[in-house]
């Protein structure tokens, strides 16, 4: 079945350093990918998406790109913010038998310190 | 509203009790999805409707766990005879269809 791997956490960085969080995945169709953001107490913030491979997601200072030949969709930031403080959770959505059900990594906790 | 709303946000059962969460997704919303998340990890899928019809159930953990969604648009996940592990927080999502899933705050469930 479709499966998300991510970088185990936490991610503790400074402020202003770079931030790469690495995802893989395993489909059985061709899935768009997502990253999406838990903030303490919150429910998940969709941050990015791509719906075909060579794609480009982007927002807020965040981007991936969706990688077919290593089926990877590491996201990545120049310039960490305290307030970028999250959990960030790499999803798919795969069409397999007509369903677009997202199927989650286990997250991964980033901590930025001032 | 503008959301998938959740309710309640809260909720602490004693164990052998049942419960009921309700999600109210975007207006319009084909897709409804629910999911568990424990304490450090992802959410696991539990089960997604297209409109009123429940296409698949297969994430549900036990038959002590329902959900319905009987005009296509409120849906309620109900559990009953609550038990410990059954402490974790549900997430309701839905979508328009092919695209992006849209989630609500979630339910913390306590079961004590």
Sequence with gaps: GDSVTQMEGPVTLSEEAFLTINCTYTATGY?????YVQYPGE???LLLKATKADDKGSNKGFEATYRKET???HLEKGSVQVSDSAVYFCALSDSTGGSYIPTFGRGTSLIVHP | GAGVSQSPRYKVAKRG?????RCDPISGHVSLFWY???LGQGPEFLTYFQNEAQLDKSGLPSDRFFAERPEGSVSTLKIQRTQQEDSAVYLCASSPGAASAFFGQGTRLTVV
């Design chain 2, 36 to 38: 568990q998340q424990a």
């Design chain 1, 71 to 73: 089926t990877s969709f």
């Design chain 2, 17 to 21: 009790q049942d419960v009921a969460l």
């Design chain 1, 31 to 35: 899935p768009s990918l997502f990253w």
């Design chain 1, 43 to 45: 429910g998940l913030q």
